[in-house]
């Protein structure tokens, strides 16, 4: 029966070959590979969620009066027929509000577990020669992620996502010497742009960026198959030139397919149970409106925290402003940011002089500096992020709001340079310490051949001592 | 007779779930996959899992078919599905965990490279070149063509909007003896505009798609006229302490929908217009500069008047373009 069905396939698509290689090609068994996994399986139930939506979602910004009897508050209300669309599809349409927030929660998880796989694959070095492509397609998935959850945010046109749109246009307007001409061919005119903005918008959400994230993923997924996973060296097997894993079927595909279902299975359980972005309590968008203690979703997080630690200047020379303040925290921020992703393997090797194969994983501690300067980098994106939730703590501990951006201002600076010299220290220590337990395993093993030598031990396997 | 029917299915059923065919393992050494003893409790455990799974999709079946009137219909759902799934995934792990033979296999990595297939590649393209006599020349017309190809190609992406030009920027719906009026389009009279408080206000007659414009929207305050420190250039802008400011932060564009009263004085700091996006703050006496937070330039102020019958009038133009900073904020004044 079996050998019937793979005759007929192979018959038709001579693939037996290939098939078998596929059966069994090898998974090293770490669970911090699976992150990866988690973020693609994220992205299938944002793919299938979000096709659902489409279906009732409208791409117009005419203004329309609220009548959903559904929903008293709103009643009577001019809003988009964007935001219209969105309450109808959130409180009127049957299972709508659980699709819509499992969606949203996907997008929240999707780039958590990107972020996660991107410092395991950066702590462990894996993105050494020969996997650069992978990584800078795996960064670039990463920066296209970030603007496709923004787009999406942004779509809905309530209160909060009017009010992230306006300040990305304004990110967008501060580029210097483009930044007008940019935006006012983007949006065609002036914020909020013409009945022409939304359809890009929505277009760009549901198919340009998809395609674009779908397309990297794939030569993502077969740069890995073809230069084989990475491993860990925990057992004597593993080398450089061997690897050992455990085969995709039978041994790793109830283990994949189960994490794909369970992926499903929590988003929906999210989706259903923790409520996020209830757009109707929000109410919609209007150029005039806005509302006090509004945060972004958390990967916008850094950003805001980057906006608002910026001092008061535009950087201007005689009546033409060079800089306008958004792009520091806005633009810049994330330009060096990612950057330094992009550029961390190339810098890596220059100052290592490292150009070997490598498909051995290094321990953080196996490479003290690169390890600090990681820790380094996040703790300073993850300080302008705290940053961007002071007013938060100032609602919720009473400590000054002006008090707290003047110590960001200057811990942002310092405090990465004490974590990394920390972290380096650190690194180091553990491996003295290992050191020190090699060399007592040495001796006591030598110490023992001697004695079985002289007869005053019966003979064991001295190799039993290490542990 | 039913009841015979009845238990007949559940015998068979019951064949089913704990009978299991005896298979005599193939002789080792001929085998893909290691032979490993059964575990037949584990079989039933994913037996027991996976029909726990499908109940739970059955039961989002009716609830999203008969549940309209429950109290916590989404949550139902979410919980429904949710479990079918997890109780799935929890199936395929017993089954990763005890049912599949669990092996780890060794194999050599790919080679780093292939210096034959490289050498061939190489020639194959090398060589198939010999006829040219002007290889360079060739490729330059080659890109050179795909290149304006491809230009050809992007360039009806220019008529997404205008890419050169300002005007839009500039303008405002401000004229001279323009009426502020509120939300609903009632006239604003001076007497209405109290101190401590903030008003909303936009140009008399503009429709609801004109009142989205960045220059249309102000926030209208009144400051006692003895706290008045407007600079010599913005005097006059004020109607006997109201003053009309641009509703638009001048550092990312949100609305200042925040006015800092000081209630308590002296020991509450200066009145301020502060946006709540990044908290830019404005100081409103002294003509909207910037007292904290990330905005490089003074909110735009809208010079006012008071007429005969009481009502609030501008007098011109804002003294600068509205909205966030961008190239040419600085280079021109607001028009028009």
Known sequence: ?467 | MPLSRIRNAMVSGLVLLLGRRRRRPRPEDTRMVPAMPPDPAAELVVLGLLGLSSLCALGFILIYAFGASLPAETQLLGIAIGLAFLLFAAALVVVALRLVPTEEVAEEYPPHEHPGEQQVIAEVIDESGTRLTRARLFKLGLFGAGGTLGLALLAPAVSFGPLFHVGDFLRTPWRRGRRLVDENGRPYKASDIEENDFYLAFPEGTSDVEKEQMAASLVVIRLPVDQLRLPPRLKGYDAHGILAYSRICTHAGCAITLYRAPLFQPDEPRPALVCPCHYSTFDPATGGTVTFGPAGRDLPLLPVYVDSRGYLRAKGNFDGPVGPSWWGVRMWKAQP
């Open chain 1, 1 to 467: 029966m079996t050998r019937r069905a793979v005759r007929w396939v192979d018959q038709r698509t001579a693939s037996a070959p290939l098939l078998r290689k596929a059966l069994r090609y090898l998974f090293p068994d770490h669970w911090s590979f699976l992150l990866g996994e988690v973020a693609l399986y994220a992205f299938v139930v944002l793919v299938a969620t979000g096709i659902y939506l489409t279906f009732f979602f409208v791409d117009s910004t005419k203004e329309v009066v609220f009548h959903g009897d559904y929903y008293p508050p709103l009643y009577g209300q001019k809003m988009s027929e964007a935001y219209a669309s969105v309450v109808h599809l959130s409180l009127a349409v049957r299972a709508g509000l659980l699709i819509r927030q499992t969606h949203h929660w996907a997008a929240n998880v999707f780039i958590a577990a990107i972020v996660l796989h991107l410092f395991r694959i950066f702590f462990t070095g894996a993105y050494r020669k020969p996997r650069e492509l992978t990584y800078w397609l795996g960064v670039t998935m990463l920066m296209l992620s970030l603007l496709e959850a923004y787009l999406g945010y942004s779509l809905v046109d309530d209160l909060m996502s009017g009010m992230g749109l306006v300040i990305g246009y304004s990110v967008g307007l501060s580029l210097p010497f483009v930044g007008q001409n940019l935006m006012n061919w983007l949006f065609d005119g002036m914020f909020p742009g013409s009945p022409r903005l939304w359809p890009r918008m929505y277009i760009a959400h549901v198919l340009i960026f998809p395609i674009l994230i779908g397309l990297l993923l794939g030569a993502h997924l077969l740069l890995v198959a073809m230069r084989h996973h990475t491993q860990f060296r925990r057992k004597k097997a593993q080398t450089e030139r061997t690897i050992l894993g455990v085969p995709a079927f039978p041994g790793q595909a109830p283990r994949s397919i189960g994490l794909m279902v369970g992926t499903a299975g929590l988003l929906f359980l999210l989706g259903g149970l923790v409520q996020i972005n209830p757009i109707w309590l929000w109410g919609p968008y209007h150029t005039y409106s806005s509302t006090n203690g509004a945060q972004p979703d958390w990967y916008l997080g850094w950003l805001i925290g980057g906006l608002r630690l910026v001092p008061s200047f535009d950087f201007t020379i005689g009546h033409y402003t060079v800089v306008p303040n958004p792009f520091w925290g806005g633009a810049a921020f994330p330009l060096v940011v990612f950057g330094f992703l992009y550029l961390w393997p190339w810098l890596e090797r220059r100052f290592t002089g490292d150009h070997a194969f490598h498909n051995l994983l290094d321990r953080p501690r196996d490479a003290p500096v690169r390890t600090a300067i990681g820790v380094g980098v996040i703790s300073w994106v993850f300080l302008v992020f705290l940053a961007g939730a002071s007013d938060r703590v100032n609602v919720t501990f009473g400590i000054g709001y002006v008090s707290q951006i003047w110590v960001y201002r200057v811990v942002v600076w310092v405090l990465p340079v004490v974590f990394g010299l920390v972290t380096w220290w650190t690194c180091k220590e553990l491996q003295a310490s290992e050191v020190v337990v090699r060399e007592r395993h040495a001796a006591e093993s030598e110490a023992r051949l001697a004695r079985m030598r002289r007869g005053q031990e019966p003979p064991g396997d001295p190799g039993a001592l290490e542990v």
